[in-house]
């Protein structure tokens, strides 16, 4: 019987480490799909410019409520494919550090998905997709 207890435990130590790998395997491979996707001779902006744009979407979402007119605006300054992955490329992994707000820890796209309801999210998706040609 205790020899059953100590399998389940393992076996429930090894779903939940699994999980996690696979939740930062998922993270990289986004990571690694914006990499691939930058041709660096289409770069519209200096690499200082796309961590400032990708730090203005974070301010504008970190903590509690949401600019959205600060998120259309960054993202209205893209100006092709290889800017937005750059972008995403830039804000990476964020971690919410708003002390009433609830634990996000995600790239763009996941930032996105929480903060914007379906209206927001369709203008930010219009906007990318008109600037960059990018189906997001
Ligand atoms: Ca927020």
């Known amino acids: 019987m205790k020899q059953e207890f100590v399998i ?7 779903l939940v480490l699994g999980f996690f790998l696979f939740k930062k395997l998922f ?3 986004e990571t690694g799909k914006s990499n691939k996707e930058i041709i660096k001779s289409e770069l519209s902006f200096a690499d200082a410019d796309y961590e400032r744009f990708a730090n203005s979407l974070y ?3 970190n903590g509690s409520g949401t600019n959205e007119t600060t998120i259309y605006e ?3 300054n893209l100006k092709n494919k290889s800017d937005f992955y750059q972008l995403v490329k830039s804000f ?5 550090d708003g002390m009433f707000s609830k634990n996000i820890e995600g790239t763009l796209a996941e930032w996105f998905n929480y903060e914007l309801d379906d209206t927001e999210l369709k203008k930010v998706k219009e ?3 008109t600037k960059t040609g990018v189906t997001f």
């Open 27 to 29: 993270k990289n491979d």
């Open 59 to 61: 301010q504008a979402m």
């Open 127 to 129: 906007i990318i997709l």
């Open 8 to 14: 389940i435990g393992i076996l429930i130590l090894v």
């Open 92 to 96: 990476d992994v964020r971690t919410n």
């Open 74 to 76: 960054v993202l209205g």
